[in-house]
């Protein structure tokens, strides 16, 4: 009926009857909870964006999943290309500060000017970006470590990398 007819009390059934499986699936496959909930989200939205291409002659349980599956598969692989990119972009900048200390003449000013990059953040920003990037935690592991919620962590993360962005332009 949903899928004929966008009948929104069939939607209501499916996700009454299916939503806990779906959660869990996702609890077992991802390990942080805003990870979880944005992909159980999502798979919910293509639910309903692809319901026209649903044949009810196959079971809806294993299109469920497949859905769900593809959309976790997405967002990890967002992810990874968001994270490389920094990673990138972080070991890029780190090079060229190495660069410049190989010059004995020049050591003391590239030291000076790496000390006063490293000052611009605070300390909560650098313990979080050397945890992300020098021990490759997820921000789960950084939050527990630093007792903090996984979205503080995520936040001091992405306001010290955009601190070093504007001070390496």
């Not at 809806?60 to 968001?82: E, G, H, I, Q, Y």
């Not at 030291?111 to 050397?130: D, F, G, K, N, T």
């Amino acid at each position: 009926a949903y899928a004929l007819r966008a009948d929104y009390s069939a939607f209501e059934e499916l996700y009454k009857r299916h939503s806990r499986l779906v959660y869990g699936f996702l609890q077992k496959k991802l390990r942080e909870k805003e990870t979880i909930d944005d992909v159980f989200q999502a798979t919910w939205l293509k639910l309903h964006r692809f319901r026209s291409k649903y044949d009810s002659s196959l079971p809806f349980l294993p299109w469920l999943f497949t859905l769900c599956r593809n959309v976790m598969l997405d967002s990890l692989r967002a992810k990874a290309r968001v994270r490389e990119e920094t990673r990138a972009e972080i070991e890029t900048l780190s090079g060229q500060a190495a660069n410049e200390i190989t010059d004995p003449a020049t050591d003391s000013l590239a030291m000076l000017r790496i000390h006063e990059w490293s000052a611009e953040l605070s300390p909560a920003q650098r313990e979080v970006i050397s945890l992300r990037f020098g021990e490759d935690l997820s921000f789960d592991e950084i939050a527990a470590r630093l007792r903090i919620k996984s979205s503080g962590a995520r936040k001091l993360s992405q306001r010290a990398i955009q601190k070093l962005r504007t001070l390496f332009k």
